[in-house]
C-alpha cells in the first residue's frame, strides 16, 4: 500500500530530509528504505529525523542510547529498526557487542549490568506508559544514571516508538 518513494516522486517538502539520509556516508539500504517509505508524511519524516538527531545528542552514552533503541525496537517487532541498530550496537558495543546483541533480540538480561539497568527501565517506561515506581527509579539510578538520563530514556523510547509504529505500517524493511 505504501511506495517507496524517489527524489522524484516525494513531496517536495520530504525531498531535502530523503537528500540529506541518501548522501550521508555509510547508510544502510535499511535506513535508505524507511526513509523511502516515511516520506509519505514530510512532518513524520522531518519530525522523526529531527527528534532521533536530538537523542543521538543527549548525555545518555552511544552504547547506552542504542540498547534503548534495540529493546524498542525488539519490544514493538520493527524488523528494518531491529536490522539498522543491531549493526550499530555490534561497532559500538566493542567485545561485548555481539553478546549485547544476542540478549536483546532475545530479550534476556545483558551481560554488563550498567546496560541491563538500561533495559530493565526502558521497558518499566513502556510498560507504566511512563509511570515508573521510585523503587524502579533507584535500580536506574543505581547504576549511576541521573534523572536527565531518565527524561532522555523517555526521550528515546517516544522517538523510537513513532519511528517502529510508522515502518510497521508503511512496511519498510519487509523485503530486506
Same mark, same amino acid.
Given at each position: 500500500?505504501?511506495?517507496e518513494?524517489t527524489?522524484?516522486?516525494a513531496?517536495?517538502?520530504?525531498?531535502k530530509?530523503?537528500e540529506?539520509?541518501?548522501?550521508?556516508?555509510?547508510?544502510?539500504?535499511?535506513?535508505?528504505s524507511a526513509?523511502?517509505?516515511?516520506?509519505?508524511?514530510?512532518?513524520?519524516?522531518?519530525?522523526f529525523?529531527?527528534?532521533?538527531?536530538?537523542f543521538?545528542?543527549?548525555?545518555?552514552?552511544?552504547?547506552?542510547?542504542?540498547?534503548v533503541?534495540?529493546t524498542?525496537a525488539?519490544?514493538?517487532d520493527?524488523?528494518?529498526c531491529?536490522?539498522?541498530?543491531?549493526? +550499530?550496537?555490534? @561497532? !559500538?558495543?566493542?567485545a561485548d *557487542?555481539?553478546?549485547l546483541v544476542?540478549?536483546? &533480540?532475545?530479550?534476556?538480561? #545483558?551481560?554488563?549490568?550498567?546496560?541491563?539497568?538500561?533495559?530493565?527501565?526502558?521497558?518499566a517506561?513502556?510498560?507504566?506508559?511512563?509511570a515508573?515506581?521510585?523503587?524502579?527509579l533507584r535500580?536506574?539510578?543505581?547504576h549511576?544514571?541521573? +534523572?536527565?538520563? @531518565? !527524561?532522555?530514556?523517555?526521550? *528515546?523510547?517516544?522517538?523510537?516508538?513513532?519511528? &517502529?509504529?510508522?515502518?510497521? #505500517?508503511?512496511?519498510?524493511?519487509?523485503g530486506i
Open positions: 500500500m505504501f511506495v518513494h527524489l522524484e516522486t513531496p517536495q517538502a520530504s525531498r530530509a530523503m540529506a539520509v541518501v548522501r550521508h556516508p555509510g547508510q544502510l539500504p535499511e535506513t535508505v526513509v523511502a517509505r516515511l516520506a509519505e508524511s514530510p512532518e513524520l519524516l522531518t519530525g529525523l529531527h527528534v532521533s538527531g536530538v543521538e545528542r543527549s548525555t545518555l552514552e552511544p552504547v547506552a542510547r542504542e540498547v533503541i534495540l524498542v525488539v519490544r514493538n520493527c524488523h528494518v531491529v536490522v539498522m541498530h543491531t549493526n +550499530k550496537l555490534r @561497532a !559500538l558495543g566493542g *557487542g555481539e553478546q544476542a540478549a536483546l &533480540t532475545d530479550q534476556h538480561p #545483558l551481560p554488563v549490568e550498567r546496560l541491563e539497568g538500561v533495559r530493565r527501565f526502558t521497558l517506561v513502556l510498560a507504566g506508559a511512563g515508573v515506581d521510585d523503587d524502579e535500580r536506574f539510578f543505581a549511576g544514571f541521573t +534523572k536527565r538520563h @531518565a !527524561l532522555e530514556v523517555v526521550l *528515546g523510547v517516544g522517538v523510537y516508538t513513532m519511528s &517502529t509504529y510508522a515502518n510497521r #505500517l508503511t512496511g519498510a524493511g519487509l
